[in-house]
Structures are given as C-alpha cells and as structure tokens.
C-alpha cells in the first residue's frame, strides 16, 4: 500500500518570502510518479510540479521546485516569491505502478501582506 | 478547449435514489479516475479506469459503481446513495498509464444526501 503524509494541516508566510510545505511518502514500488496540486477557494485541481522516482535533479517549474530526497521519502515543495495568488491549499499526491494514485490531506496556506 | 466536464455539478438527493454524475474528456486520454474529498482527509481514489472496459477499485469503493463503455466518459453511479456519501466528487483523466502522466481535473460535484 501506498501512503503520503501531509503533517502542516496550514500554514502562514509573508508576500515575497520563500515557503516549504512538506511531504513524506510510503511505497514499495520501484517506480513511482510524486506530483503537487493546488487548490484555490474556487475549488478546481491545477498540476503544479512532477517528480519522478529516477530523475536524479529535483524538477523546478517556475516559482515551485520540488526538493526530492528519495532516501528519506520526503518530496517537500518550495514555492519562492510567494505572492497573494499562491493563498490555496496544497495537495501532495503519489501515482505507483498499479495505478492507484493517492493524495495527502493537503496544507492550506495563506500568503500575508 | 482541452477539459474535463462533470455534470451535475451540485445535486441535493434523498437516501436511497439512484443516481449517476457524468464526467466527460476530450482529451483523448487513457486513464480517468474519480475521486471524494472530505474535510480532512484529502482526496481519495474511488474508481480508476485504464481504457475502455478496464476499470479497478481505488481505497473506497463501497457504495459506487463505474463503467467505461467509451473513452471519453466514465460515469460514477450510487445506486442507494446514503448520508455518508455526502462529499465533493472529482474526475480527473491523464493521457495514459506512465505514472509521468499529471492528471486534468474536472470542476467537481457536490452531493448532498439526506
């Protein structure tokens, strides 16, 4: 069975400042898949970023990157500059060979100006 | 425009009353899967389905009921919805199976029953 564990239920920073939301992951499947989504207050999923579980450099899309630390089962993401529009709650999820994908219980953060 | 469309997007129903949400893609994609979310606890698989006539049970299966007779649509059906199933639904769909494959969103359902 697959796991991801989301322990900041929310979270505060500062316009501009850099933020960490964290993410621990459980698996035994060799190859697996790590991706994060936002959630706004309108509710829609929007793909942030994708990790997979052999790429050797932690991916980077813009403003967000992933720090992938594979022996410690951590996929934290780090959103730099953060802006009002980053205010959402944040999903880590995990997609193993079998298909299943399964999502964290998400952190909310809230950008202060 | 490349989307995922679910339908209803709100419904209110009463114990018992049969009832199917639509979800749709025009994507052309392989892989769709539906999802609950609940204060909480995130979001949690369903159903999944890998192409047309492969479908598999995600981590709470019990109470609903998935087909996929075409590639486009996937549509779940409660066929006794109960108050425990009161949630916001999602359907999302990704091009295939790679676990590389970000998944598409739908706008999402929210259910109420009473």
């Known amino acids: 069975a697959q796991k991801i564990t989301q322990t900041q239920p929310g979270m505060f920073v500062q316009e501009k400042e850099a933020v960490t939301l964290d993410c621990t992951y459980d698996?035994?499947?060799?190859?697996?898949?790590l991706f994060w989504y936002k959630q706004p207050s309108s509710g829609e999923m929007i793909f942030l970023i994708y990790?997979?579980?052999?790429?050797?450099q932690n991916a980077t899309e813009g403003r967000y990157s992933l720090n992938f630390q594979k022996a410690r089962k951590s996929a934290n993401l780090v959103i730099s500059a953060s802006q009002l529009g980053d205010s959402a709650m944040y999903f880590c999820?995990?997609?193993?060979?079998?298909?299943?994908?399964?999502f964290g219980t998400g952190t909310k953060l809230q950008v202060i100006p | 425009e490349a989307q995922v469309t679910q339908n209803p997007r709100y419904l209110i129903t009463v114990t018992g009353k049969k009832l199917t949400v639509t979800c749709s893609q025009n994507m052309n994609h392989e892989y769709m899967s539906w999802y609950r979310q609940d204060p909480g606890l995130g979001l949690r698989q369903i159903y999944y389905?890998?192409?047309?006539?492969?479908?598999d049970k995600g981590d709470v299966p019990e109470g609903y009921k998935v087909s996929r007779k075409e590639k486009r649509n996937f549509p779940l059906i409660l066929e006794s919805p109960s108050p425990n199933q009161t949630s916001l639904y999602f359907c999302a769909s990704s091009l295939g199976t790679s676990v590389s494959y970000e998944q598409y969103f739908g706008p999402g359902t929210r259910l109420t029953v009473t």
């Open positions: 389905s890998m192409n047309v006539e492969v479908t």
């Open positions: 990790q997979g579980s052999y790429d050797q």
């Open positions: 698996t035994s499947d060799p190859s697996y898949g």
């Open positions: 999820a995990m997609r193993g060979g079998y298909q299943k994908v399964t």
